[in-house]
């Protein structure tokens, strides 16, 4: 028993005592590994935005509250892939200025009320405009939806 566990030591002592040359060649080849994978553009999420942006205004004025909160989820999930993939730009840094507004909206959709949803979605499109302005991108304006993009989906709650 006592030159199995002194084997096993052993081993173990001989397993740990890498050459440094090949582990910075590891640490090396991982980073090279790593800068290679795909990681999603700031234009990327964006769009993802937008198009969580239009769902939330059809569910919510659908009064289909349990999608509205979802929408609420997926925008706040592409809010934080910016600061996680993008947490860099410049632009990265007013990302925080929605979340109040995205608060409101949530609670619009807590309290199932239709009136301060489409209230407290417009303090949302304006959000993100502000953050537009702000970050020189005063040419991409947002506003409330008027046709809905996806004709492959039905807002209304089902009975």
């Not at 040359?21 to 080849?29: A, M």
């Amino acid at each position: 028993m006592k030159q199995a566990l002194f084997i096993v030591l052993l081993f173990g002592l001989v397993a740990c005592n890498n050459n440094p040359d090949d582990l910075k060649n590891r640490i090396d080849n991982s980073e090279k590994q790593a800068a290679g994978t795909y990681k999603p553009g700031f234009g990327e999420i964006m769009g993802s935005i937008q198009i969580h942006h239009s769902k939330l205004w059809f569910s919510g004025i659908n009064e289909n509250w349990k999608l509205a909160g979802f929408e609420i989820h997926e925008l706040t999930e592409a809010v934080e892939d910016i600061e996680k993939f993008q947490g860099e730009r410049e632009e990265s840094k007013f990302m925080d200025m929605i979340f109040p507004a995205l608060d409101s909206v949530s609670l619009a959709v807590k309290q199932k009320d239709t009136n301060l949803f489409k209230k407290n979605y417009t303090f949302l499109t304006k959000t993100c405009n502000e953050c537009h302005q702000v970050t020189d991108y005063e040419y991409i304006i947002i506003k409330n939806p008027d046709a809905r993009i996806f004709n492959n989906q039905d807002f209304r709650v089902r009975h």
